[in-house]
C-alpha cells in the first residue's frame, strides 16, 4: 500500500465530501495484489482486499484518507466492482483504469455495529 490522491471531479456525487475545499483527496493505493493462477477462484484475492482495507481503515485513522484505490487490470474490473470499488469514467480507457472505494460507509457500519454491541 501506498499513498494516493484522487480528484475531487472523479469521485461520483454521492461519495463526495460536502464542501471539500482541496483539489484532491488523499487516498490509499493498493499497489501490487497479485493471486497465482493455481490459486484463482478460491477467495484469496477477495481475502487480500478485505484485508487490505482492514490496514487502510486503521492507517487512515492515522493520516485522515477517506478513500482507498487501485489501478485495475482490465480483466480485473468487475471483481474489485463486486467488492464496492467504482471506476473513475475519466481513466476507463487506460490500461490500468483507476478505482476507488469510499471507506466512510464501512466506518458507520463498524460504528454501528459497535454501538449495538454496546447496548447488550
Not at 487490470?73 to 470499488?85: C, H, P, R
Request: proline share 3%; net charge negative; hydrophobic share 35%.
Amino acid at each position: 500500500m501506498v499513498a494516493d490522491t484522487i480528484e475531487v471531479q472523479a469521485i461520483n456525487e454521492y461519495d463526495s465530501v460536502d464542501g471539500y475545499p482541496y483539489r484532491k483527496y488523499p487516498s490509499i493505493k493498493i499497489a501490487r495484489l497479485a493471486v497465482d493462477k493455481e490459486y484463482e477462484r478460491n477467495g484469496f484475492g477477495r481475502f487480500s482486499v478485505l484485508a487490505a482495507i482492514g490496514i487502510a481503515m486503521s492507517v487512515s485513522e492515522i493520516i485522515g484518507c477517506r478513500y482507498l484505490t487501485v489501478d485495475s487490470k482490465l480483466e480485473s474490473i468487475t471483481f474489485y466492482e463486486k467488492l464496492g470499488f467504482g471506476v473513475v469514467e475519466k481513466y476507463r480507457s487506460n490500461d490500468y483504469p483507476k478505482m476507488y472505494l469510499d471507506m466512510h460507509p464501512i466506518f458507520k457500519m463498524m460504528e454501528q455495529s459497535e454501538t449495538k454491541d454496546l447496548d447488550r
